[in-house]
């Protein structure tokens, strides 16, 4: 996670300049953000080559092992041994250099970059007097193409650590000097190890078949900066980082990831930094839900035929976790309620969502006010329930304006009158005075009670009530579903030999779509 603090910021609609710190590694480094219509950019500070090294940067010092007591003079980097020193013909060629790895200092090197940087795994650092400097064959701007045959070029820079440890005494290092890498190891780049990954097609995979990784470096190295695209972006505050000032920003990744945490100068900055990027991601989720409507073609989404809104929510965590609110993305279908702890790149990931809710079963519960806060004592947040063959299953949601809670909620309520519509008569089985029998709610018509076929013959029916009839219903959370139309009759008592509450649900579904149809009409 990378923290950032914003010293203020230009205006303009959704789009917005100024400068940042940027905690990587636990210091702050001074960035320009910038914020266009489908992006945030944070650019490195520029600083006079020879300038002091910011101690961050990506430097795997798992790899180096002992550094000894030589200090900065013991160790070669990109200004010790600059370009111009490395021999022409080492330049651009792949060579197999074997080092033997010492029992203290280990392979005696430094790295950086890696996938997740858009980078090759360079040598950032050689320890003079350890293996690597004793072979004479090795350079700081070497990239590691290979470690024992193991493929390096589309590594991240965890798993290239993981890789050079688990070499052995003798390490085979295929390696290619890269002179425009130089940029890149002589400072901290400390934007660069702000973890964000774009996935494909946006950011193709390093090591791909269609182009040369080594002979197309990011334009980082150059610029040293990182671009993180908004769509589906989840925009949020005092999620996970405390917040006692109301001063920071929180930007977590499509695939829940990666957050980089900004922070302004005060609250008012804040917030109206947190607006613009907000609104530029919102912006964006009508070209997301086309593009995934495009994506899934016909075969529609996890038994759905359409997508009608879709976003980034905070659920409310049961118990006394310390982490009270986690991210989620909820869709809404025709028909369903959908949630995904990220958002799916791929059509096969659409079809499993970590839940799935039938809106004529479900009902909102709680909208506006409520304990805890986003921001300043100001609790957005809105309650669902939904009956279940297990029992009540029941979420809480928080937005992050009020627009957005007036949007969800009212999307919600329509999603729950439009299912309601669209299905018109749900069916289920039942024993009414010990016969089997067939309840069946009809969205227009009201319920009805009939026996089941028996050899073929045809059912009977054993009662028939509109709406207005009904006077209570009530059930035992169990089994039992419990219906007064107020006849002569009294009660009717339903054993429906599961859980009633789907059932109860889809009454009051029909009943609320049915109050509100009239109301409009009205």
Same mark, same amino acid.
């Given at each position: 996670?990378?923290?950032?603090?914003?010293?203020?910021?230009g205006a303009g609609r959704a789009q917005r300049s100024g400068w940042l710190e940027v905690l990587v590694r636990e210091r702050w480094h001074k960035v320009l953000a910038n914020l266009g219509g489908e992006a945030l950019v944070l650019s490195g500070e520029e600083r006079p080559d020879g300038a002091a090294h910011n101690g961050l940067g990506g430097d795997g010092a798992a790899c180096r092992g002992a550094e000894g007591?030589?200090?900065?003079?013991?160790?070669?980097?990109?200004?010790?041994?600059?370009?111009?020193?490395?021999?022409?013909?080492?330049?651009?060629?792949?060579?197999?250099?074997?080092?033997?790895?010492?029992?203290?200092?280990?392979?005696?090197?430094?790295?950086?970059?890696?996938?997740?940087?858009?980078?090759?795994?360079?040598?950032?650092?050689?320890?003079?007097?350890?293996?690597?400097?004793?072979?004479?064959?090795?350079?700081?701007?070497?990239?590691?193409?290979?470690?024992?045959?193991?493929?390096?070029?589309?590594?991240?820079?965890?798993?290239?650590?993981?890789?050079?440890?688990?070499?052995?005494?003798?390490?085979?290092?295929?390696?290619?000097?890269?002179?425009?890498?130089?940029?890149?190891?002589?400072?901290?780049?400390?934007?660069?190890?702000?973890?964000?990954?774009?996935?494909?097609?946006?950011? /193709? $995979?390093?090591?791909? +078949?269609?182009?040369? &990784? *080594?002979?197309?470096?990011? !334009?980082?190295?150059? =610029?040293?900066?990182?671009?993180?695209?908004?769509?589906?972006?989840?925009?949020?505050?005092?999620?996970?980082?405390?917040?006692?000032?109301?001063?920071?920003?929180?930007?977590?990744?499509?695939?829940?990831?990666?957050?980089?945490?900004?922070?302004?100068k005060d609250s008012a900055t804040a917030q109206a930094w947190f607006n613009a990027i907000h609104s530029s991601v919102n912006e964006l989720i009508p070209r997301v839900i086309a593009e995934v409507r495009d994506q899934l073609g016909k075969t529609g989404i996890a038994g759905s035929r359409e997508i009608r809104h879709l976003g980034w929510l905070a659920e409310k965590v049961p118990g006394d976790n310390e982490k009270?609110?986690?991210?989620?993305?909820?869709?809404?279908?025709?028909?369903?309620?959908?949630?995904?702890?990220?958002? /799916? $790149?791929?059509?096969? +990931?659409?079809?499993? &969502? *970590?839940?799935?809710?039938? !809106?004529?079963?479900? =009902?909102?519960?709680?909208?506006?006010?409520?304990?805890?806060?986003?921001?300043?004592?100001?609790?957005?947040?809105?309650?669902?329930?939904?009956?279940?063959?297990?029992?009540?299953?029941?979420?809480?949601?928080?937005?992050?304006?009020?627009?957005?809670?007036?949007?969800?909620?009212?999307?919600?309520?329509?999603?729950?009158?439009?299912?309601?519509?669209?299905?018109?008569?749900?069916?289920?089985?039942?024993?009414?005075?010990?016969?089997?029998?067939?309840?069946?709610?009809?969205?227009?018509?009201?319920?009805?009670?009939?026996?089941?076929?028996?050899?073929?013959?045809?059912?009977?029916?054993?009662?028939?009530?509109?709406?207005?009839?009904?006077?209570?219903?009530?059930?035992?959370?169990?089994?039992?579903?419990?219906?007064?139309?107020?006849?002569?009759?009294?009660?009717?008592? *339903?054993?429906?030999?599961?859980?009633?509450?789907?059932?109860?649900?889809?009454?009051?579904?029909?009943?609320?779509?049915?109050?509100?149809?009239?109301?409009?009409?009205?």
């Open positions: 996670m990378a923290v950032a603090a914003a010293g203020g910021g007591g030589g200090g900065a003079a013991a160790v070669r980097t990109a200004f010790t041994d600059p370009p111009e020193q490395v021999p022409e013909a080492v330049s651009n060629k792949k060579r197999c250099v074997k080092v033997l790895k010492q029992e203290l200092g280990g392979l005696g090197i430094s790295i950086k970059g890696g996938k997740e940087n858009k980078m090759p795994i360079l040598i950032s650092k050689i320890f003079k007097g350890l293996a690597a400097d004793q072979t004479q064959a090795l350079y700081v701007g070497d990239a590691i193409l290979a470690v024992n045959g193991t493929d390096l070029r589309d590594a991240t820079h965890d798993e290239a650590v993981q890789a050079l440890k688990r070499a052995g005494k003798e390490v085979l290092l295929e390696v290619k000097y890269m002179r425009e890498a130089t940029p890149y190891v002589k400072k901290g780049s400390p934007v660069s190890e702000i973890g964000w990954e774009t996935p494909p097609p946006e950011s /193709p $995979r390093l090591g791909c +078949a269609s182009a040369d &990784p *080594l002979s197309q470096l990011s !334009l980082s190295i150059h =610029r040293d900066k990182k671009t993180i695209p908004l769509k589906m972006c989840y925009v949020t505050r005092n999620m996970t980082v405390s917040d006692t000032e109301n001063r920071l920003i929180e930007v977590h990744s499509p695939d829940a990831k990666h957050t980089v945490v900004l922070r302004s009270h609110w986690k991210p989620v993305l909820v869709v809404l279908t025709e028909k369903d309620l959908l949630i995904y702890e990220s958002m /799916p $790149r791929m059509k096969e +990931a659409w079809f499993s &969502p *970590l839940h799935t809710y039938p !809106l004529l079963a479900t =009902r909102l519960v709680h909208s506006g006010p409520g304990k805890g806060s986003p921001q300043s004592g100001v609790d957005l947040s809105f309650a669902t329930r939904t009956g279940t063959r297990q029992g009540i299953e029941t979420h809480v949601f928080r937005t992050e304006t009020s627009r957005d809670l007036s949007l969800w909620t009212r999307s919600v309520v329509q999603g729950c009158h439009n299912s309601a519509e669209l299905i018109t008569e749900i069916t289920t089985s039942c024993t009414y005075k010990s016969q089997e029998c067939r309840l069946t709610i009809h969205y227009e018509h009201g319920f009805s009670l009939t026996t089941e076929p028996q050899d073929g013959a045809f059912s009977k029916t054993i009662a028939q009530y509109p709406y207005e009839k009904l006077k209570m219903s009530s059930d035992d959370g169990i089994r039992m579903l419990y219906l007064d139309f107020g006849g002569k009759d009294g009660e009717i008592q *339903l054993d429906l030999h599961s859980c009633p509450k789907p059932i109860v649900f889809i009454i009051h579904s029909f009943l609320s779509a049915k109050i509100t149809r009239l109301g409009l009409v009205a």
